[in-house]
């Protein structure tokens, strides 16, 4: 198994381009995880900080975010980690959880998504089957494997689409970065001051040449 370096390693270019994929996935989504990690134990000072109201986002606050975001790696972890048939629906969240109101419990939510992350994927094979629901608000059902390809059904109408476990993993970090990116504008409404990659995605990093670390490895 190949080590995968944490992200207060820093690790450079070569060490990035010499991981597998999933592990370079791996290394991007505990990334991403740590921006919200560092968010709630370094710069968020008290708790009513989780729950101001957005002027901007009607209904949002940074600990709903926080929570959402953090629930699609949860879903995604729990339905490989479980028993067999593997079916995933990102629809069946808890709303209203400890870690939206309180920084002690999102700091423990996110060490724990952190760490399981790095239990789970490592580990996975790419060729386990799973099952997929969504409501768009339509019913879907997509039926794939984590390496093979993805059948859509939709009305008893099936249609086959090529699809990767790395791409809900993929997924994942991206819509985390994307609600990272709703956090960056609450907490300028309330004059918290952010590291400047929070909230970008790291092709944007990319770019602009940045230093952060989703920026500069490049792969």
């Known amino acids: 198994m190949v080590e995968v370096p944490q992200p207060e390693s820093h690790p450079d270019s070569s060490e990035m381009a010499s991981l597998s994929p999933i592990a370079q996935l791996q290394f991007v989504s505990t990334t991403v995880l740590q921006q919200a990690l560092d968010l709630v134990e370094n710069i968020l000072t008290s708790d009513e900080q989780l729950t101001i109201q957005s002027k901007f986002l009607p209904g949002s606050t940074i600990g ?34 400890p870690m939206e109101s309180s920084l002690s419990e999102a700091r423990e939510a996110f060490q724990d998504v952190i760490s ?28 794939t494997t984590f390496g093979r390809e993805v059948r859509i059904e939709n009305d008893d109408r099936w249609s086959t689409h090529p699809a990767l476990f790395s791409m809900q993993l993929w997924f994942a970090g991206l819509h985390a970065v994307h609600h990272w990116s709703m956090v960056r504008v609450i907490a300028g409404e309330l004059d918290i001051k952010l590291q400047d990659d929070f909230g970008f995605a790291p092709s944007t990093l990319v770019y602009k040449g940045s230093e952060a670390l989703l920026g500069k490895a490049k792969i």
């Open 64 to 97: 709903k975010h926080l929570r959402h975001a953090r629930d699609h790696f949860i879903l995604l972890i729990e339905c490989v980690s479980g028993p067999t048939p593997y079916i995933l629906s990102y629809d069946t969240r808890s709303r209203n959880t």
């Open 116 to 143: 399981r992350i790095e239990e789970v994927v490592p580990t996975a094979s790419l060729d386990l089957p799973l099952t997929l629901n969504a409501v768009t608000p339509f019913m879907q059902s997509f039926e």
